[in-house]
């Protein structure tokens, strides 16, 4: 007797309407959409900055065009604008901040994550992240208290009768410049590249550590020949965090900077930041093309952000390429 033999086929996925119902029921489309209305936000908002600034600087761009760059006068009194001394004050502060905190700040983090023991290293990590959230009036209160008179009485002097053959170290000393701006700025930006950097370290795989030490390799010789290579990327992550930090720090550059909108060679004379002309004359900017002014180089100092955090973007693809930490 032949028996009969059933068959079952696989019901086809759903498709259409119900499907997205399904997906709406498990929380698969309103995670989804949640996530894209967030993500499109923050494009938004960056749409929205880029047309305030473009658009309320529109008498500044008319009247200046592209000399508004490298002209070195800036005079309220006739209506006459440049942003070459800002432009120059916000990058050689930031530079040198960088050369002191990059040096510190990794030095700090090695010892931390390797070199440190557990005890020491946890307590210490959690004070860095602690000065991380100081604000930087406080900053600014201690580059007057302290970094100017030791700027004035002790640094600058010294500075001036060793390398004082150098021309950045020429010129009177005040106490306040760009020396001292980009020493506080170093202060501030220091806890970042810690605290990221020791991070990155620690996230690297133990059995790395372990085969260059069976290897014959030295704690330090381990660390520095193959726990650093495999985290540069995200160190280097670390330095362009800072170097936006500093690009856009505001009061306490304003407090020790001299505020002077002239460029000079020597570190130890007065000068100006962008940001810190914008906090100061924003409130005083009585004229329409005085305000656009100060409009334009908000614009500048936004374009010159996203240039150097491009460039940097593109200096961790090419490190990763050319022999980072592997995937």
Sequence with gaps: MATAT????????????????????????????????????????????IYELWVNSLLSRTKFGWH?????????????????????????????????????????????????????????????????????????????????????????????????????????NYGVGFLTAGIVLAIMVVPFIISVSREVLLTVPREQREAALALGATRWEATWQVVVPWARTGILGSVFLALARALGETMAVTMVIGNDPKISASLLAPGYTIAAVIANEFSEATGNLYLSALIELGLVLFLMTFILNGLARILIVATERGGGRPS
């Design 6 to 49: 059933t068959i079952d086929h696989a019901a086809p996925p759903q498709a259409g309407p119900r499907a997205f119902i399904a997906r709406l029921r498990h929380g698969d489309e309103i995670a989804h959409v949640i996530t894209l209305v967030f993500a499109a936000a923050i494009l938004l908002i960056t749409s929205m900055l």
């Design 68 to 172: 508004f760059l490298w002209t070195s006068v800036w005079d309220p009194v006739f209506d006459n604008f440049g942003s070459l001394p800002f432009i120059y004050g916000t990058l050689v502060t930031a530079v040198v901040s960088l050369l002191i905190a990059v040096p510190l700040g990794l030095a700090a983090a090695i010892f931390l994550a390797d070199l440190a023991p557990r005890k020491f290293s946890d307590p210490i990590s959690f004070l860095i992240d602690l000065l991380a959230a100081v604000p930087s009036v406080i900053y600014g209160l201690l580059g007057i208290f302290v970094v100017v008179p030791l700027m004035r009485t002790v640094i600058g002097p010294v500075l001036k009768s060793t390398l004082g053959f150098l021309p950045i170290f020429q010129g009177p």
